[in-house]
């Protein structure tokens, strides 16, 4: 490995069809500590290279300890599918009419010898065709089932195919970027497998488990590792909203996404979605959105069509041993330091204040913002937890009712901001730096709604509406919410965006007819 390789984090969702791929060497990878065999069930063992494999210390610690994951493999391939989206190319423009050097010049000197003038018609693109391909996961008998966002995110058709090789058109039924997950479901399939939900809370750093996906478009493959971290927060993730993934060394590579991590019972545990990596492909590092998160979202999408999210109210840091001098806190140093609690909020009703370090939460220990993300995720506003703090190093409990972010304790419906048609993902600190901008929102999941009607496009980010600054999605449906409660006639959300490329656009969307 060269030395200051950039260490990248990559959605391993949508593989590219068609795309090559790198091998190395079988022998230079056995040199280097590699098992250069995967399991492909139903198939014999092959030679794979780097991008499919990890260590041969954990396969060979599993064979000396007797562990057996032919069980795990055949209760879990019939309940991981394939799914392959489609979306229409960008049609070329032509020339519609006469030919102009058969206008000036007569028949014959033109293009076509006279007659592509004539035939200079828009070429019609009917069908869709393939752009990528990834994972789901089957979770119930009727047919839904779960994905990442950017798996499906763009596509105009995707096509689900099963362990059995049968096919389906699936629909989809509501996406969450924040978490990067999306629930589609498929009509007509018969004996279904669906997976049995794990509990992600009781799995332990050290355990065993196992990927199932589709890497590179191998279907039906099972590799196995073991759980390295929990509650992982990466700050190179933020632009999704989650901070908190099960981290494991399973071998997973584009095509995985979407595909389920399960436990040594065949239990789903989380949802593959993101590696680190120096070269694209697995290099040791897997990420996985926990299976609690998972189903609460996938929850929430059924009921409600978008995601019911509890609000604290307040503003925080990880505590660590510096901060924990600084402050002369000496009873813990690890937990949230509230920095700041916000004015009305659920946070300020149950008496938290400023310098109080929160130790758990739902009764569960929470040392940093992973951990705590991980819980908030279960909450919906409306719900109560007890949360555990230290003030003045004197351990305390008191109890929060959590609010939404219009700051009461309501359920939302899709058919509030959700008539735009698209979710709104937060950027990363590089993107910011890219485009030279303090905020931004970058529009995700784009569907039939105001926004796609409008001419606007997935990746557009939008920095202002209606002059106000936005910076995440909750700022985007406070506004829209102040705008459907105005008492005016014409509702109109007036934004202000730049293109990938920076280029600033401007967009006037219409809401008069959006019934409130």
């Not at 779960?146 to 798996?151: A, K, M, P, Y």
């Not at 669906?194 to 039906?220: C, L, Q, R």
């Not at 806190?329 to 938290?352: C, H, P, W």
């Amino acid at each position: 490995m060269k030395k200051n390789s950039k260490i990248a984090l990559m959605l391993v969702g949508a593989s590219v069809l068609g795309s090559a791929t790198t091998l190395m060497g079988e022998s230079a990878l056995r040199s280097a500590g590699y098992d250069v065999d995967t399991y492909i069930p139903g198939k014999e063992s092959v030679s794979m290279d780097d991008s499919f494999v990890r260590t041969a210390s954990s396969r060979s610690a599993a064979m000396a300890a007797g562990v057996d994951f032919t069980g795990v493999a055949e209760s879990t391939i019939n309940s991981v599918v394939s799914i392959k989206s489609f979306e229409t190319p960008k049609q070329q423009q032509y020339y519609q009419g006469i030919d102009p050097f058969e206008f000036f010049f007569g028949p014959g000197f033109g293009f076509g010898n006279g007659q592509r003038g004539r035939q200079q018609q828009p070429q019609q693109q009917s069908e869709p065709q393939a752009k990528g391909s990834g994972s789901g996961v089957i979770i119930s008998s009727d047919g839904y089932i779960v994905t990442n966002n950017h798996v499906i995110d763009g596509a105009e058709k995707l096509e689900v195919t099963l362990n059995d090789n049968s096919k389906y058109n699936a629909t989809v039924i509501g996406t969450d970027p924040n978490t990067d997950i999306a629930l589609i479901k498929i009509n007509g399939a018969k004996g279904l497998h669906p997976i049995t939900f794990g509990n992600s809370d009781n799995v332990k750093v050290g355990e065993w488990a196992v990927a199932v996906g589709n890497p590179f478009g191998f279907n039906s493959t099972v590799t196995a590792g073991i759980i390295s971290a929990k509650g992982r927060g990466i700050a190179e993730s933020s632009s999704m909203g989650i901070k908190s993934f099960i981290q494991h060394d399973a071998a997973v590579n584009p095509g995985n996404s979407g595909g389920a991590l399960v436990n040594m019972a065949g239990e789903l545990i989380g949802i593959n979605t993101m590696i680190y990596s120096t070269t694209g492909t697995y290099s040791g590092c897997s990420f996985s959105v926990p299976s609690n998160t998972v189903k609460k979202v996938v929850t929430d999408l059924k009921q409600y069509g978008t995601v019911q999210r509890a609000v604290f109210g307040i503003q925080y840091k990880e505590l660590d041993a510096d901060m924990a001098k600084e402050h002369k806190i000496t009873a813990t140093n690890e937990g949230i330091y509230v920095a700041k609690v916000n004015d009305r909020s659920a946070a300020m009703e149950a008496g938290l204040e400023e310098g109080d370090v929160i130790v758990k939460l739902n009764g569960t220990t929470v040392k940093n913002s992973g951990e705590m993300q991980e819980q908030m995720n279960k909450l919906r506003p409306g719900d109560t937890a007890e949360v555990s703090y230290y003030r003045n190093n004197k351990l305390h409990t008191t109890k929060v009712t959590f609010k939404n972010n219009q700051g009461n304790t309501k359920i939302t419906k899709s058919s509030d901001v959700m008539s735009l048609g698209c979710a709104f993902a937060e950027l990363s600190s590089k993107e910011k730096k890219d485009l030279n901008i303090s905020h931004g929102v970058k529009v995700a999941g784009l569907q039939a709604g105001k926004f796609k009607a409008n001419g606007i496009k997935n990746g557009l980010i939008i920095t202002h509406i209606n002059q106000q600054a936005v910076d995440s999605q909750d700022d985007v449906e406070q506004i829209y919410n102040r705008i459907m409660r105005s008492q005016d006639d014409d509702k109109v959300m007036v934004i202000t965006g730049l293109t990938q490329t920076g280029k600033k656009v401007y967009y006037a969307v219409d809401l008069s007819d959006v019934e409130e």
